[in-house]
C-alpha cells in the first residue's frame, strides 16, 4: 500500500521561497521515478519537477527552471522540492506522484504515475 503524503505548503509573497516535503512509504520496487506536479481550477494538471535517482537525472518544466529544485533523501523516503523567486503563476495545489516509468519522457505526464498524494496549497500573493 503506497502512500505519499505532502507538506510545506502555504502562502507566501513575490519572490519569496516555500519547500516542499513529499514522505512516502509502501514503495516496495526499486527505481521509482518521483515527480511534483501542479494543478489550478479548470487547468490540466502539469508537471513540474521530477528527479530519477537511479539514473541520476533531474527534470524540470521550463516555467521553473532556474527557481525551483527538486531533491531526494532516500534514507528518509523524502521527496523535496525547494522553490525560489515565486511569482503569482506558481499559485497552485501541488501533488507529487511516484511510479516506476517506460521512459524519462514520461516524466511530466500525470497518466504514467499511480501513485499520488493529497496535495498541498501553494499561494504566492
Keep these: 500500500h503506497v502512500q505519499l503524503v505532502e507538506s510545506g505548503g502555504g502562502s507566501v509573497q513575490p519572490e519569496g521561497s516555500l519547500r516542499l516535503s513529499c514522505e512516502s512509504s509502501g514503495i516496495t520496487y526499486r527505481d521509482p521515478c ?8 479548470g487547468k490540466e494538471r502539469e508537471g513540474v ?20 529544485t527538486v531533491s531526494q533523501d532516500n534514507a528518509k523516503k523524502t521527496l523535496y522540492l525547494q522553490m ?3 511569482k503569482p ?29 493529497q496535495g498541498t496549497q501553494v499561494t504566492v500573493s
Design 89 to 117: 503563476e506558481d499559485t497552485a495545489l501541488y501533488y507529487c506522484a511516484a511510479d516506476r516509468l517506460l521512459g524519462s519522457w514520461f516524466w511530466a505526464s500525470p497518466s504514467a504515475y499511480r501513485y499520488w498524494g
Design 34 to 41: 518521483m515527480g511534483w506536479f501542479r494543478q489550478t481550477p
Design 49 to 68: 519537477a521530477a528527479i530519477w535517482s537511479s539514473r541520476s537525472s533531474t527534470y524540470y518544466a521550463d516555467s521553473v527552471k532556474g527557481r525551483f
Design 84 to 86: 525560489n523567486s515565486l
